[in-house]
């Protein structure tokens, strides 16, 4: 840039005040140029996924809680691994995926996969509000399925506390708090989630669902559960789920061994965690 003389000589004597006064006009005018017709499309995408505000009704089946979790090692730097993570509210079925990146092309596709999956018809599904859940892919394709789509308040865990029970009783206690971000991890995280782990967590593993709750004073909640079952035996006592798909369950679950599974997710996780550096 080329000045003249009185320009320089008047830069070199002008006040960080006034200049910052001076140019205050042109800041401003930039300002309303730059977001002139313009919409937060934040907000236009939040305001199209309406906050679920009340209780599930955990009679109904086929309403999923969904999440991520990160296997970053507690280092946030550079790409790694993350789970989704869904629980049906009725049967506590559950379904893991791992996937590199928190991509929400990645994230949308371990859905549709987990989706195909099911032994029940998905009808809709709740997330917090990250950005893998919250987006315009997962828009599209829940309104093309027909799914009910809905997110939490927040900043307010206890909205997804389904999930977040899961998160560390399916995820967390299973491969441990380690950094995974390889491809060979990647593989080894989804040979265990979708097979013996997948098996038997819902075909063996026992959950209570809460019968009631009876409010003690404005901090305490008593809370009644009823009796222990695996999702696969609540799958059977649900009169929504059609004979023809029970009696496929169970054909799965009379040729299923509870103490073969368990050793081999063993040997799985021990595979997985030698690859820790």
């Not at 509000?129 to 997110?151: A, H, S, V």
């Not at 709750?213 to 079952?229: G, T």
């Amino acid at each position: 840039m080329t000045l003249n003389e009185a320009v320089r000589k008047g830069l070199s004597t002008i006040s960080a005040k006034t200049l910052n006064r001076r140019l205050s006009r042109e800041r401003e005018i930039r300002r309303l140029n730059k977001n002139r017709g313009l919409t937060c499309r934040g907000n236009l995408l939040k305001s199209s996924i309406p906050i679920r505000i009340t209780d599930w009704d955990t009679n109904r089946l086929g309403f999923m809680e969904i999440d991520t979790v990160a296997h970053n090692g507690g280092d946030p730097a550079g790409q790694f691994i993350f789970t989704l993570d869904l629980t049906e509210i009725f049967s506590g079925w559950t379904e893991q995926e791992a996937v590199m990146g928190k991509g929400e092309t990645g994230v949308l596709k371990a859905l549709k996969n987990i989706k195909k999956g099911l032994p029940f018809n998905l009808l809709g599904i709740d997330g917090d509000n990250g950005g893998e859940i919250i987006n315009y892919q997962m828009l599209k394709y829940c309104t093309e399925e027909k799914l009910i789509y809905t997110r939490s308040r927040p900043d307010k865990k206890n909205d997804n506390a389904y999930i977040e029970q899961k998160n560390r009783t399916h995820v967390r206690q299973l491969v441990g708090y380690g950094r995974y971000d390889t491809e060979l991890q990647l593989k080894l995280l989804n040979e265990l989630y979708h097979q013996e782990y997948r098996l038997f967590a819902n075909f063996f593993r026992p959950v209570m669902k809460i019968k009631s709750k009876e409010k003690i004073n404005n901090s305490l909640c008593r809370k009644r559960y009823d009796v222990a079952q695996a999702p696969y035996q609540r799958l059977l006592n649900c009169e929504q789920l059609p004979q023809e798909q029970k009696d496929e369950l169970t054909k799965l679950y009379l040729s299923l061994n509870p103490v073969q599974l368990k050793k081999a997710i063993n040997g799985k996780i021990a595979k997985l965690k030698a690859t820790l550096k």
